[in-house]
C-alpha cells in the first residue's frame, strides 16, 4: 500500500459520501461490509475506462486497503471542484442562518487553502446559489403563517428580538433597544415604508430616538404592519409601552415629543397610549403639502405675481411664527387677497385654513419655541438606507434577518461611543 496517503471527504452529486485521494482520484460509497468498514470505488468504475481501483476505510476514516490500479489519468481540476463544492456546501450546511453567509469571501478563502489548482468562482456560483436555496425558509406569505417561535428571533448576542405578534403587526424590540426607549425618550421619531415590506404585508414601521450626549439617532424598534389603522398603531406603542416598563421595574415611560407625518392615525394611537405626549408634525411634510396643493390651485398665479409669492412663503413659514401671531397673518394675506381680487391665491388659503387652522392643532405644527428636531428625518434617512438594500421586495426571514443585522451593528456603535471611544478617536482627529 502506498505510503502518506492524504484522504478528504467530498460527496457525489447525490449527496452520498465520496472520498478523495491525494487530490488526484474520487472515490464513490459503494457498501459496508460486516465488520462495519466500508468499500469505496473509483469513480471511473463504471465509465469506460472500467477502473477496478477501489479504497476501504474503517469507521474512523483509517485506510485498511487501497487499490491503486488505475487505468486512466489523474483529474485534480475535477477533483479540486468537488472539494471546494463539498467545502462551501459545509460552510452553508454549518450556519444556523444562512442569509448572512457571504459566498464569495468563503471561496477566497478555501481557494487559499486549496492552493492553485482551484476552479474559478463563476464554474461552481450556480451550485453554490442551490445549496444555498435549500438551507433557506420555507417564505412566509400570510400573517398567519409567520411563526411564534424561530431562530430569527434571537439577536446576534442571544437575546430575545420578538417581543410580540398577533394577526395585524409583529414587533421586534431587543432588550437594547427597550433601553434607549427608556433612556432616551425626549424625542421618539416614527415612521412606515412599504418598499420593504413583505408582500403580504403594508408597511415596515420603525420608531427611532436621539440620545444627545452622543449626538447619534438610533432605532428602538421594527414591526410589520398588515395595515396603517389606528388600532394598529395603538396596540404596537401598548406593546412598547409595556415592554419598557417591565424592563424598568414598573415605572412608566412616556416620551415628550413624539415626531410623525401629518398622519392622524399615528397621532391619536400615540396619544391614547402616551396622553402626556407631545405630537410634533413633520415641516417638511408640512411644506410638502403645501407645494402640492399650491401647483394644483394656483401655480401660475404665485409664479407671475411677486406679491402673491410672499403670501406663500409667509404661509410655508409659518410653523417658526409665535402662534399668537398666526390667525392674524392669515386674516391680513387674506383680505389683501381679496382686495386685489387673487381668486386662484385664495381658493389656496381656504385649504389652508381648513387644514391647519381648523381640522389640525396648530401646536403639532408649530415650532416657535423650540426647532432642534423640526423634521422627521431621522426616520425617513433610515427608510431611504433600507429601501436601498432591497432592490425588490425581501422575503419575511431575508427582511428579519438584515434587521437583526442593523440592530447589532446599532448595539456596537453605542458601545464604542458611550465609553469615551468615539469621543478620543474625534479629538485625535482635529
Given amino acids: 500500500m ?16 465520496q472520498i478523495i485521494i491525494n487530490k488526484k482520484y474520487k472515490f464513490n460509497f459503494s457498501y459496508k461490509r460486516k465488520d462495519n468498514s466500508k468499500v469505496y470505488k473509483c469513480t471511473e468504475y463504471k465509465k469506460i475506462n472500467k477502473c477496478k481501483s477501489f479504497i476501504i476505510l474503517n469507521d474512523k476514516k483509517e485506510i485498511l486497503k487501497y487499490n491503486s490500479s488505475h487505468n486512466h489519468p ?16 459545509d460552510g452553508i450546511e454549518k450556519s444556523s442562518i444562512p442569509f ?37 425558509p420555507s417564505n412566509v ?65 420603525i420608531t427611532r430616538t436621539y440620545a444627545k450626549e452622543l449626538d447619534s439617532f438610533y432605532t428602538t424598534s421594527f414591526a410589520i404592519l398588515k395595515n396603517k389603522e389606528q388600532e394598529t398603531y395603538k396596540m404596537l406603542f401598548e406593546k412598547l409601552k409595556k415592554n419598557a416598563n417591565t424592563c424598568n421595574n414598573n415605572i412608566r415611560i412616556e416620551p415628550k415629543n413624539l415626531h410623525c407625518d401629518f398622519e392622524r392615525a399615528i397621532s391619536k394611537a400615540a396619544k391614547t397610549i402616551f396622553p402626556n405626549t407631545n405630537i410634533k408634525y413633520c415641516i417638511w411634510h408640512y411644506k410638502k403639502s403645501l407645494e402640492i396643493k399650491k401647483n394644483k390651485l394656483c401655480y401660475n398665479e404665485v409664479k407671475n405675481n ?117 469621543k478620543i478617536k474625534k479629538k485625535s482627529n482635529k
Fill in 306 to 422: 411677486n406679491n402673491i409669492f410672499i403670501y406663500y412663503k409667509a404661509i410655508s413659514n409659518l410653523p417658526f411664527i409665535n402662534p399668537e401671531y398666526i390667525f392674524d397673518i392669515y386674516v391680513i394675506i387674506k383680505i389683501k387677497s381679496i382686495k386685489n381680487n387673487y381668486c386662484q391665491f385664495l381658493k389656496f388659503l381656504e385649504y389652508f385654513y381648513k387644514t391647519y387652522l381648523i381640522d389640525y392643532d396648530m401646536k403639532i405644527w408649530n415650532y416657535y419655541n423650540n426647532i432642534e428636531h423640526i423634521t422627521n428625518n431621522a426616520s425617513e434617512s433610515l427608510n431611504n438606507y433600507l429601501n436601498n438594500l432591497f432592490p425588490t421586495k425581501p422575503s419575511f426571514y431575508e427582511l428579519i434577518d438584515k434587521l437583526n443585522e442593523l440592530e447589532h451593528l446599532s448595539y456596537y456603535d453605542y458601545q464604542r461611543k458611550i465609553r469615551g471611544i468615539w
Fill in 141 to 205: 406569505t400570510t400573517f398567519t403563517e409567520i411563526p411564534s417561535e424561530s431562530e430569527y428571533y434571537n439577536t446576534k448576542r442571544g437575546e430575545n428580538f420578538m417581543i410580540f405578534k398577533n394577526s395585524n403587526l409583529i414587533i421586534f424590540q431587543s432588550p437594547f433597544q427597550a433601553k434607549l426607549f427608556r433612556e432616551y425618550n425626549d424625542d421618539i421619531f416614527v415612521d412606515g415604508t412599504f418598499f420593504i415590506a413583505p408582500k403580504f404585508s403594508y408597511q415596515v414601521f
Fill in 100 to 136: 448572512g453567509i457571504k459566498i464569495k469571501p468563503l471561496y477566497n478563502k478555501i481557494s487559499k487553502e486549496m492552493g492553485l489548482i482551484c476552479p474559478e468562482y463563476n464554474s461552481i456560483k450556480s451550485q453554490i446559489s442551490r445549496n444555498l436555496n435549500k438551507k433557506l
Fill in 2 to 17: 502506498e505510503e502518506n496517503l492524504i484522504i478528504d471527504i467530498s460527496e457525489s452529486n447525490k449527496g452520498k459520501e
Fill in 74 to 89: 489523474e483529474n485534480e481540476y475535477d477533483v479540486s471542484l468537488s472539494i471546494m463544492k463539498h467545502k462551501i456546501k
